[in-house]
């Protein structure tokens, strides 16, 4: 988790994920190849760990049959990264450790159904959608079963729905003094290019090294 995240966004997704999800743990940073407890998920022969993060080389966990014996052989260890998509892009380029880890991603099933906060690009899914989406389809493919699956997004909506609540509400202080417009009604972002989807998921990176 990057640390404005940790520090200034106390109902942020990832925190609100972690907190959902108790086999689970939030590591602080933005360059992590120096940090122990992620060197020790790296190295535990027990576990596989992969980076999700989009990307041509990513493995889609959408499509059927995407895992195969070999990532089964062991339980995964996802590593996600919470922050925004910049600073996500920022982080992994200052973790070559990172970089070299397995990616897997996702084809999501719906747009982001983040009404407060607008995505930068279609097909962007805030931390918490983004693992809800994971563990679908690590459930669908018989990986690991994803009980109360509609938990996770029924917190999400219970949050947005206090903020819009709170934006309604003129004796409430706070920077907000106007409904949160609907995604549809938003402005886009400038420059919505398949360049600019594609400057997201791309960072300079070294390649993983042989039979990982």
Same mark, same amino acid.
């Given at each position: 988790?990057?640390?404005?995240? %940790? ?15 108790? +086999? ?26 992969? $980076?999700? %993060? ?5 493995? +889609? ?5 995407? $895992? ?29 450790? $990172? ?56 917190? &999400? ?13 003129? +004796? ?16 886009? &972002? ?9 400057? %997201? &998921? ?11």
């Amino acid at each position: 988790m990057h640390p404005k995240e %940790y520090r200034y966004e106390k109902a942020g997704t990832g925190r609100l994920t972690h907190l959902s999800l108790p +086999n689970s743990e939030i590591i602080v940073g933005v360059e992590f190849d120096g940090n122990q407890r992620l060197a020790e998920l790296m190295a535990d022969d027990a576990h596989r760990a992969v $980076l999700l %993060y989009p990307g041509i080389e990513a493995m +889609n966990l959408s499509q059927p049959d995407a $895992l195969n014996r070999t990532e089964l052989a062991k339980p995964l260890v996802v590593l996600v990264l919470d922050a925004t998509w910049s600073c996500a892009r920022k982080m992994l380029k200052l973790s070559p450790r $990172l970089q070299q880890l397995p990616r897997v991603m996702f084809s999501s099933s719906s747009p982001s159904r983040f009404v407060i906060k607008a995505q930068p690009v279609a097909g962007c899914l805030s931390t918490l959608e983004s693992v809800h989406e994971v563990l679908s389809a690590l459930a669908s493919a018989g990986v690991e079963p994803y009980e109360k699956s509609d938990q996770l997004l029924g917190l &999400f909506q219970a949050m947005q729905q206090f903020q819009i609540e709170c934006a309604k509400d003129p +004796n409430r202080g706070g920077y907000r003094r106007a409904d949160y417009k609907t995604p549809g009604e938003r402005k886009p &972002f400038s420059g919505q290019s398949g360049r600019r989807r594609a400057s %997201y &998921f791309k960072v300079s990176e070294t390649p993983p090294a042989d039979g990982d």
